[in-house]
């Protein structure tokens, strides 16, 4: 199989390695395969294909979906970013417990984040290309968003020596509550 599918500390996650083949000319790899997913028991279907460009420090998160949870495949096209998943399912042992991985573009590894978790990132590299595969599709009036220095939820975010970059959605988003976390599946 020319991926590796590794899971992670809590349900639902995976740590993905694809077999990248290279020499002198560049690389090539499959990103992407129905057949090596569901054989190591990811049987996945993507509806929609997500990119975005950011800068060093640039902040994004963390975003969940209320009623259409997605879950998503990301990786970085290039540049590195801290990736990280936070369970917010109603009934699992793992609730409000967060996991990290430094996506990188060279090493071309990626992150699976099942439905039911909130999902953020950080941008260590000067820029960085995102790149990700959702299992719904968004809907801009169904999102919700936890703060991403809640201190219930404790990230260790990595110290760049400077002032995260967030949007003034994201530095607006609410602490994780459980009880009042939105309406909807996640409640």
């Not at 279907?45 to 997605?70: A, C, E, I, Y």
């Not at 042992?93 to 990132?121: C, D, M, T």
Request: hydrophobic fraction near 35%; aromatic fraction near 14%.
């Amino acid at each position: 199989m020319p991926i590796t599918i590794t899971p992670c500390p809590i349900s639902g996650l995976y740590e993905i390695q694809p077999k990248v083949f290279g020499d002198k000319r560049g690389y090539f790899f499959e990103s992407w395969s129905r057949r090596d997913f569901t054989v190591a028991g990811l049987d996945l279907s993507f509806v929609q294909d997500n990119q975005s460009r950011s800068m060093r420090g640039v902040l994004r998160g963390l975003h969940f979906q209320k009623t259409h949870p997605q879950g998503k495949l990301v990786r970085v096209i290039e540049g590195e970013v801290f990736d990280v998943a936070v369970d917010i399912r109603p009934d699992s042992q793992s609730r409000g417990k967060w996991y990290g991985v430094i996506l990188n573009g060279e090493k071309q590894n990626q992150f699976y984040i099942a439905p039911g978790f909130a999902h953020g990132f950080l941008v260590l590299s000067d820029t960085a290309v995102f790149a990700y595969k959702c299992t719904d599709f968004y809907y801009p009036e169904d999102e919700g968003g936890i703060i991403w220095n809640d201190p219930s939820i404790g990230i260790t975010w990595p110290d760049l020596g400077m002032e995260y970059l967030l949007s003034e959605k994201d530095k607006k988003l609410p602490l994780f509550e459980p009880e009042t976390l939105s309406t909807g599946k996640y409640q």
